[in-house]
């Protein structure tokens, strides 16, 4: 009579094989899309293109300089801001096709730009007026404070810096910033830390670079200027988690840099201007 407890020459490889993978011994190997990137490529990327941006600048504004009078001052250096920014976004979009080329992977997919948006989404317009109003809101409360505590004098700014500028900030800005942070640089991040950690990283890098000059401004606002552009980032990351589509990211973007200009002018134009 056969023991219920044995075991054929077949059956034992095979538990003993599941016992090592039980206590770890074989570790289970970890699948890596190679589509993705790693943090090199990131690296790599920005320091390309802070170069780019630096090297433009610096060119356009010497350039202009030469070709615009003393009083256009402003103007110029609105020409230089958006050429730079110009600038950024081709060598964004040419560095970006390649390494999507080399990854196998297609430049609209790997960025989530492919899916079409609905624009009559009920619960999306209703987070859109929310984001609009929350992080408009502390721009109108530091005119405010400024006007009240009469530290404010309204700079000499003609229309035409004014139209470039909302070229720079409301176009050519918020493509050039979602297609490096949440198109290329979160996905990568998600990856290799997680979720939670890569939209943190993500947002905290996003920040970085809307820091206001420390030499101008004390500590406690340059922190809470921090802050404000960190949420900024998280909630842009989550929109892009939950709706999988950088079109999202990119209005949002847009509309948020919009309703701070729009705020900017009437502060500066209409309630700060000389009777």
């Known amino acids: 009579m056969c023991s219920p407890w044995y075991l054929s020459s077949q059956e034992i490889p095979l538990i003993y094989c599941c016992m090592l993978n039980r206590i770890k011994v074989i570790p289970t190997p970890r699948v890596r899309t190679e589509n993705s990137g790693r943090l090199r490529d990131i690296l790599i990327f ?128 918020p493509i050039v910033e979602e297609l490096i942070w949440r198109g290329f640089a979160y996905p990568i991040f998600k990856q290799r830390f997680g979720l939670s950690m890569g939209i943190i990283l993500t947002s905290f890098l996003f920040a970085i670079p809307h820091l206001p000059a420390l030499w101008q401004y004390p500590s406690l606002w340059a922190l809470a200027a921090f802050g404000y552009m960190f949420l900024i980032g998280v909630f842009l990351n989550i929109v892009l988690e939950r709706e999988g589509n950088l079109k999202w990211c990119i209005l949002l973007h847009s509309l948020l840099n919009l309703s701070l200009f729009l705020v900017d002018i009437i502060f500066k134009e209409l309630l700060y201007a000389a009777p």
């Open 46 to 173: 920005l320091l390309l293109w802070y170069a780019v941006r630096y090297a433009t600048h610096i060119a356009s504004y010497r350039a202009s300089a030469f070709l615009l009078t003393s009083a256009q001052a402003s103007l110029h250096l609105q020409i230089a801001f958006l050429i730079r920014s110009l600038a950024g976004l081709i060598f964004s979009v040419w560095y970006l096709k390649r390494f999507c080329s080399r990854k196998n992977a297609g430049f609209s997919e790997r960025l989530s730009l492919g899916q079409p948006m609905d624009m009559t989404n009920p619960v999306f317009l209703a987070h859109m007026i929310i984001f609009l109003f929350v992080f408009t809101l502390p721009n109108i409360t530091y005119y405010t404070l400024a006007a009240r505590a009469s530290q404010f004098i309204a700079p000499d700014v003609a229309l035409s810096s004014y139209i470039l500028t909302a070229m720079r900030v409301v176009i050519l800005s």
